[in-house]
């Protein structure tokens, strides 16, 4: 998705992507805090990740982004998905997008993130722009609290591989 967003000739956003090997829980914890204090109370954010998701069975079903040098055996080597609060707070931007895309992503919305609920079937152009009024957030996950999601999909079967 990152790759989409830089390759736009007239890209208004600020992008940083932090991938694949680099994607430690020193620099994953560095950039989201860069994003956050850089945030503005007019802004828009969109925060995207990509990975692999942890529960914590013992903390109410929240949960964990897994860097890339994460460690099974240490809870300290995991991101909470509470790190990602400031984008929904009053001090944060107008508007917030965070996507997970990770295995237990659905246990954010204990962070606070507010109830699961369905798209309109219609909206109308009042709607909309009463909506860029005012400040809003959402959360999109691809799985729900306790969940595990499957990394491909291969020809009519899921990915013998997938790895939590």
Same mark, same amino acid.
């Given at each position: 998705?990152?790759?989409?967003?830089?390759?736009?000739?007239?890209?208004?956003?600020?992008?940083?992507?932090?991938?694949?090997?680099?994607?430690?829980?020193?620099?994953?914890?560095?950039?989201?805090?860069?994003?956050?204090?850089?945030?503005?109370?007019?802004?828009?954010?969109?925060?995207?990740?990509?990975?692999?998701?942890?529960?914590?069975?013992?903390?109410?079903?929240?949960?964990? @982004?897994?860097?890339?040098?994460?460690?099974?055996?240490?809870?300290?080597?995991?991101?909470?998905?509470?790190?990602?609060?400031?984008?929904?707070?009053?001090?944060?931007?107008?508007?917030?997008?965070?996507?997970?895309?990770?295995?237990?992503?659905?246990?954010?919305?204990?962070?606070?993130?507010?109830?699961?609920?369905?798209?309109?079937?219609?909206?109308?152009?009042?709607?909309?722009?009463?909506?860029?009024?005012?400040?809003?957030?959402?959360?999109?996950?691809?799985?729900?609290?306790?969940?595990?999601?499957?990394?491909?999909?291969?020809?009519?079967? @899921?990915?013998?591989?997938?790895?939590?």
């Amino acid at each position: 998705m990152a790759d989409r967003i830089l390759s736009l000739t007239a890209n208004p956003w600020k992008v940083t992507l932090v991938a694949d090997k680099g994607a430690t829980l020193l620099e994953l914890s560095d950039q989201i805090q860069r994003f956050k204090d850089s945030l503005g109370p007019e802004d828009r954010a969109l925060f995207y990740f990509a990975g692999h998701g942890a529960p914590d069975n013992k903390a109410d079903h929240r949960g964990y @982004l897994l860097p890339s040098d994460a460690h099974p055996d240490h809870p300290a080597s995991r991101i909470s998905f509470g790190e990602l609060d400031g984008l929904r707070t009053l001090k944060g931007p107008k508007h917030s997008l965070v996507m997970l895309d990770c295995c237990f992503g659905g246990a954010a919305n204990n962070r606070g993130f507010g109830g699961a609920s369905r798209a309109p079937q219609h909206v109308t152009h009042e709607q909309a722009k009463a909506w860029t009024r005012e400040p809003a957030w959402a959360l999109i996950t691809s799985g729900l609290p306790g969940k595990m999601v499957h990394d491909q999909w291969f020809g009519g079967g @899921l990915n013998p591989n997938h790895s939590p």
